[in-house]
């Protein structure tokens, strides 16, 4: 079974510099999608980032960046530049399966920006 | 694009009566929904995916008859609890898959039910 790992339940920055969040995952498929979500206290659920395995190059969304590693199933999140508004829970996801396939979250690492 | 809404953000409600939560795709069909539950300071646990017309595939340990899910059509999606009790009080999330538009895997998320039972 897919299983998806954060081994930092909690983490901090301070503001304007850089964090990386670990996750890792178990998974015997070759093809599938890897994301991170954000949960700020609103708790509205908010796509950062999303990595295709195919894809070897690491995706980037302006300050936030992914270290995939698929040999070693490591999925870590870079945050530059760290801003306040980036304190949140921060969740890696792992999703296979087309159609008929479902998200599986990891337990979440809870980012705080220091001022 | 691609907005979720979900109604009530709020509902309290006694122990022993039941409440609806709806979930709604604004700008999109939604063939596939999904409805999680997260307790304070922990992850998302899926409950149940639901397709439009059919029924609702419970995960395991989720009790069917306890939370009713009605995907009657592809924008709308309910999750009615029923005898609610103390312990179901929770944050309650949807999140729908679009049928056509975007990829497979693409999922947006409502901005969640807080569920208090007293």
């Known amino acids: 079974a897919q299983t998806v790992t954060q081994s930092q339940p909690e983490m901090s920055v301070q503001e304007a510099e850089t964090v990386t969040l670990s996750c890792t995952y178990d998974t015997s498929e070759s093809d599938y999608y890897l994301f991170w979500y954000k949960q700020p206290p609103s708790r509205q659920m908010i796509l950062v980032i999303r990595q295709e395995a195919y894809k070897q190059q690491n995706a980037t969304e302006n300050r936030f960046s992914v270290n995939f590693q698929k040999a070693a199933k490591s999925f870590s999140l870079k945050i530059s530049d760290s801003q306040l508004g980036d304190a949140a829970m921060y969740f890696c996801?792992?999703?296979?399966?087309?159609?008929?396939?479902?998200?599986?979250f990891g337990k979440g690492t809870k980012l705080s920006v220091k001022p | 694009g691609a907005v979720v809404s979900q109604h009530p953000s709020w509902v309290i409600c006694k122990s022993g009566t039941s409440v609806k939560i709806e979930c709604r795709s604004l700008d999109f069909q939604a063939t596939t929904m999904f409805w999680y539950r997260q307790f304070p300071k922990q992850s998302l646990m899926l409950m149940a995916t639901s397709n439009e017309g059919s029924k609702a595939t419970y995960e395991q340990g989720v009790e069917k008859d306890k939370f009713l899910i009605n995907h009657a059509s592809l924008t709308l999606s309910t999750l009615t609890v029923t005898s609610a009790h103390p312990e179901d009080s929770s944050f309650y999330i949807c999140?729908?898959?679009?049928?056509?538009?975007?990829?497979?895997?693409?999922?947006?998320f409502g901005p969640g039910t807080r569920l208090t039972v007293t």
């Open positions: 999140s729908a898959r679009p049928g056509t538009s975007g990829g497979d895997y693409e999922q947006y």
């Open positions: 996801a792992y999703f296979y399966g087309g159609s008929q396939g479902n998200l599986i």
